[in-house]
T-cell receptor, first 111, second 112 residues
Framework: QQQVKQSPQSLIVQKGGISIINCAYE??????FPWYQQFPGKGPALLIAIRPDVSEKKEGRFTISFNKSAKQFSLHIMDSQPGDSATYFCAASMRGGKLIFGQGTTLQVKP | EAQVTQNPRYLITVTGKKLTVTCSQNMNHEYMSWYRQDPGLGLRQIYY???????DKGDVPEGYKVSRKEKRNFPLILESPSPNQTSLYFCASRQHSGNTIYFGEGSWLTVV
C-alpha cells in the first residue's frame, strides 16, 4: 500500500512532442505528489509538485494532472526539448512523512 | 549556496573492507536520509534521521549503519561491504515539517 508505480520505464520522444509519464498509488493518506528530475551525474531535483485538492498544476511546459478517484497522477512535458532528456521520478508522501518514489522513467528527446 | 555535499563521489572497494560515505548539509535541516538508486527500482530509502541522535531504518537498511552526532552531518557506514551493495547512493535533507527534499550529487560505489 506504500508503493508508487511509475510507467513507462523509458520513453523516446521527438523534439516538439509531448512526453507523458504516469504514476499510480494506493495509500489514500498521501497528500503531496512531487516530480523530481535527474540529469546524468546529478542528484534528483524537485521539478513540480501538487496536492490532491487540485486536479492540475502547470509550470511552464510542465503540467501535473491529478486524478484523485483513480489514484493516479501524471507528468506532461509539452514541446519537449533535448534538454529535457533526463530521468524523472514521481513520488508521494504524507505531510512531513517519508517520500515514496516511483521506479523512474528515462526520457530521451530526439532532435 | 545551499547544498548537500557527499564524499567520495566515486569509490571502488573490495568485499569486506569497511568504508564511510560522508554527507554534510548547510541548510540547518533537521531531517536527513540516505537512498540508493538501482535500475528499475527507483530510489529506496536506507536510513533516515529526524534530528541529532535520532535515526531509524528505511526500506533497505541491511548492511548499513548511520550516525547523527551533529545536525549538519549524516555519514553512511558499510561495515563489511558486499557486491550487492554496488549502487549509486544519495544523501538528502529537508526541514522537519517541509516536503521538498534536497539531494546531494551522488556517490557511485562499486564493491568487487
Amino acid at each position: 500500500q506504500q508503493q508508487v508505480k511509475q510507467s513507462p520505464q523509458s520513453l523516446i520522444v521527438q523534439k516538439g512532442g509531448i512526453s507523458i509519464i504516469n504514476c499510480a498509488y494506493e495509500n489514500t493518506a498521501f497528500d503531496y505528489f512531487p516530480w523530481y528530475q535527474q540529469f546524468p551525474g546529478k542528484g534528483p531535483a524537485l521539478l513540480i509538485a501538487i496536492r490532491p485538492d487540485v486536479s492540475e498544476k502547470k509550470e511552464g511546459r510542465f503540467t501535473i494532472s491529478f486524478n484523485k478517484s483513480a489514484k493516479q497522477f501524471s507528468l506532461h512535458i509539452m514541446d519537449s526539448q533535448p534538454g529535457d532528456s533526463a530521468t524523472y521520478f514521481c513520488a508521494a508522501s504524507m505531510r512531513g512523512g517519508k517520500l515514496i518514489f516511483g521506479q523512474g522513467t528515462t526520457l530521451q528527446v530526439k532532435p | 549556496e545551499a547544498q548537500v555535499t557527499q564524499n567520495p563521489r566515486y569509490l571502488i572497494t573490495v568485499t569486506g573492507k569497511k568504508l564511510t560515505v560522508t554527507c554534510s548539509q548547510n541548510m540547518n535541516h533537521e531531517y536527513m536520509s540516505w537512498y540508493r538508486q538501482d535500475p528499475g527500482l527507483g530510489l529506496r530509502q536506507i536510513y533516515y534521521s529526524m534530528n541529532v541522535e535520532v535515526t531509524d531504518k528505511g526500506d533497505v537498511p541491511e548492511g548499513y549503519k548511520v550516525s547523527r552526532k551533529e545536525k549538519r552531518n549524516f555519514p553512511l557506514i558499510l561495515e563489511s561491504p558486499s557486491p550487492n551493495q554496488t549502487s549509486l547512493y544519495f544523501c538528502a535533507s529537508r526541514q522537519h515539517s517541509g516536503n521538498t527534499i534536497y539531494f546531494g550529487e551522488g556517490s557511485w560505489l562499486t564493491v568487487v
